[in-house]
């Protein structure tokens, strides 16, 4: 198989992970004989320093033209003092909205390997296995007006909350496909004793409801959400829910695994080419030591293969080579128990290598 994919490494440790992951692919693409074709395009706030502009054009447009699209992270402290169009944040929200990728999925898998890296009980997450669907371009994130008002403009801050039904609808039946093929149950996360655009969301899931009689569903308000994902993980199948309570939601569900830099995620196009991603963000504390943990890049990759090139076998085999490197005992420092030795992200990334060597086909 040919491809081309957009690679976007950003700022931060975004580039170290994005390095590890394509390492990862070229080992993948020789022993399965595919030619992947990588254009390297700016975005964050290396573009910023480069373009005068968080997301080029000229990014837009590799973007467009690539079969998928490979990201590291964006942001840091040299940026956070620029205008809010010019923010690093800024050029990856504008190009979730650009190539409308509206479904974020972001799985979290607890490793039985892992389970002493979890600040959790070991019984309490042992055989964790959901998937958080993120609607990805609606919701606080990008209503209008979004605006500062008053003498000195520091007198108001208003953001504002929209939802459309089109926009609610289509996030919702992913999150029932999506557990169509895993086990069959799916929980709506809102906030409908408060919020008029969580109300709208639960109607919506109803009647979506109503498509999927072999699914079963609940709601359930975000607070108790955060609460049950600490009680009892294991309950979980599909989480569906808005932008902004999905965002912080994964990020808590990542420690289930043991670290943040363990959870991959994809963002679905409704139209072109779809984009992976880490959900973690550029670690300044950790950025250029080479102690990144790039192992949720690289799950990212194993998202990519089997979401946008249906290379499931090629997808399953480097998930083994992931589960392989974490059984024998190799921890970047987020992962590693005290007093235990760290590895690198290279050495992480050797040990992938390593262990797809032996899976041969
Ligand atoms: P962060 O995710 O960058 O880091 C939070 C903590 O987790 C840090 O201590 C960091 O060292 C650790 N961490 C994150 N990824 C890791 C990895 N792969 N291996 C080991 N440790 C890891 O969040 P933050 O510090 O709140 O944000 C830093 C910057 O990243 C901000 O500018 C923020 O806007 C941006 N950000 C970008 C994205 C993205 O590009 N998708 C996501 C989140 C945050
Ligand atoms: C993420 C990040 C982004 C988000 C930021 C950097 C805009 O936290 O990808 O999870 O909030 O979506
Ligand atoms: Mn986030």
């Not at 999506?178 to 009647?207: F, M, Y």
């Not at 420690?255 to 984009?275: C, D, N």
């Amino acid at each position: 198989m040919k491809k081309t994919i957009a690679v976007l490494p950003g700022d931060g440790i975004g580039p170290e992970v994005v390095g590890s992951a394509l390492r990862v692919l070229d080992q993948l693409a020789e022993q399965f004989n595919h030619q992947f074709d990588y254009t390297f395009a700016d975005i964050g706030g290396c573009a910023v320093d480069q373009h005068e502009n968080p997301l080029p054009d000229q990014t837009l447009d590799v973007c467009r033209q690539s079969d998928a699209i490979i990201l590291g992270a964006v942001g840091g402290p040299k940026w956070d003092q620029l205008a809010p169009e010019m923010r690093p944040e800024k050029g990856l929200l504008k190009l979730r909205k650009e190539l409308q990728l509206f479904a974020n999925l972001r799985p979290v898998t607890c490793f039985e390997s892992l389970l002493d890296a979890s600040p959790l009980k070991p019984e309490r997450i042992k055989g964790v296995d959901f998937i958080i669907v993120r609607e990805l371009t609606g919701g606080i994130y990008f209503g209008e007006p979004r605006e500062r008002k008053g003498e000195g403009s520091d007198e108001l801050a208003i953001d504002t909350l929209t939802y459309t039904r089109h926009e609610i609808e289509r996030i919702v039946r992913k999150g029932f496909e999506l557990a169509q093929v895993r086990r069959g149950k799916v929980t709506s996360v809102d906030k409908a004793n408060v919020l008029e655009s969580s109300r709208l969301w639960r109607e919506v899931v109803e009647r979506v409801a109503a498509d999927y009689p072999d699914v079963s569903y609940e709601h359930m308000l975000v607070d108790n959400a955060a609460m049950q994902l600490i009680r009892q993980p294991a309950y979980f199948d599909v989480v569906v829910t808005e932008n902004m309570f999905g965002d912080i939601l994964s990020d808590e569900a990542s420690m289930l695994t043991g670290s943040l830099g363990m959870l991959p995620s994809a963002s679905l196009s409704a139209v072109g080419p779809s984009l992976y991603e880490p959900i973690h963000g550029s670690a300044p504390d950790i950025a250029g030591t080479n102690k990144a943990n790039p192992l949720a890049t690289i799950s990212s990759v194993a998202m990519l293969l089997k979401y946008e090139f249906g290379l499931e076998e090629e997808a399953r085999v480097l998930d083994e080579a992931v589960s392989a490197v974490l059984e024998s005992g190799v921890r970047t420092a987020d992962l590693a128990k005290e007093g235990e030795a760290q590895a690198s992200t290279d050495e992480v990334t050797d040990e992938v290598i390593k262990q797809l060597n032996h899976i041969r086909v």
